[in-house]
């Protein structure tokens, strides 16, 4: 649905950000968990027509997907590296609403039990990929941080070099802090930014 035809006209008129919910980078993921049928390509193409008409870009990325292999999680991460810089990052753990065709096969599949149900539960409000937190396992903080890494323009060739060395998983705690460092550094910049040009600025560390 985005081209410049509909952009253009849309940003004289005042539009200056977009959200897009993405969900996951992997193909299969959107089609079979989210009901989302757009390529890889469309999402690049949709985010590049924004950028260049001035548009920010709220970007919605849910983790935490049962569902999700090793080779999914990948994908999300080279979509990332793709996705033109700056944009807004926002990472949400998957959430179990009663009633829902994906909590009713989680519970068949045992993934969940009734307890994680959001009625229940309550958690929804919690980014737990996004907080880069200390109590999340050593695998989840290890594609967080690789997320992150290429939202904030880590070159690619570092970015996958390390997601896969064992020496990125015994000190995943050390690179989640940074990372957490680096963040915090980011959003103060853009406040001091936002204040001297009144101007909302992304908060990338670059």
Same mark, same amino acid.
């Given at each position: 649905?985005? @081209?410049?035809?509909?952009?253009? +006209?849309?940003?004289?008129? &005042? =539009?200056?950000?977009?959200?897009?919910?993405?969900?996951? #980078?992997?193909?299969?993921?959107?089609?079979?968990?989210?009901?989302?049928?757009?390529? @890889?390509?469309?999402? *690049? !193409?949709?985010?590049?027509?924004?950028?260049?008409?001035?548009? #920010?870009?709220? =970007?919605?990325?849910?983790?935490?997907? +049962?569902?999700?292999?090793?080779? @999914?999680?990948?994908?999300?991460? @080279? %979509? =990332?590296?793709?996705?033109?810089? +700056?944009?807004?990052?926002?990472?949400?753990?998957?959430?179990?609403?009663?009633?829902?065709?994906?909590?009713?096969?989680?519970?068949?599949?045992?993934?969940?039990?009734?307890?994680?149900?959001?009625? *229940? $539960?309550?958690?929804?409000?919690? =980014?737990? &990929?996004?907080?880069?937190?200390? %109590?999340?396992?050593?695998?989840?903080?290890?594609?967080?941080?690789?997320?992150?890494?290429?939202?904030?323009?880590?070159?690619?060739?570092?970015?996958?070099?390390?997601?896969?060395? +064992?020496?990125?998983?015994?000190?995943?705690?050390?690179? $989640?802090?940074?990372?957490?460092?680096?963040?915090?550094?980011?959003?103060? !910049?853009?406040?001091?930014?936002?204040?001297?040009? &009144?101007?909302?600025?992304?908060?990338?560390?670059?």
């Amino acid at each position: 649905m985005v @081209d410049e035809d509909k952009v253009r +006209p849309m940003r004289d008129a &005042g =539009l200056g950000f977009a959200t897009m919910g993405i969900q996951s #980078g992997s193909e299969r993921i959107r089609r079979e968990c989210y009901e989302r049928e757009t390529s @890889d390509d469309d999402i *690049v !193409k949709a985010c590049e027509i924004l950028k260049r008409n001035g548009v #920010g870009r709220n =970007l919605d990325f849910i983790g935490d997907n +049962p569902y999700e292999t090793e080779e @999914d999680r990948q994908a999300t991460l @080279d %979509l =990332l590296l793709r996705l033109p810089k +700056p944009f807004y990052f926002n990472y949400f753990s998957l959430t179990y609403f009663p009633g829902v065709e994906r909590t009713t096969r989680a519970l068949r599949d045992g993934h969940i039990k009734p307890e994680d149900v959001e009625h *229940v $539960a309550q958690k929804g409000y919690e =980014l737990w &990929g996004g907080t880069l937190s200390p %109590l999340r396992s050593i695998e989840d903080l290890r594609w967080d941080v690789a997320y992150m890494m290429a939202v904030y323009r880590f070159p690619r060739w570092l970015v996958e070099a390390l997601v896969r060395r +064992p020496v990125f998983r015994r000190h995943i705690h050390r690179a $989640a802090e940074g990372m957490r460092h680096l963040r915090t550094i980011a959003h103060w !910049k853009a406040r001091v930014a936002h204040r001297v040009t &009144g101007q909302l600025i992304f908060p990338s560390p670059s």
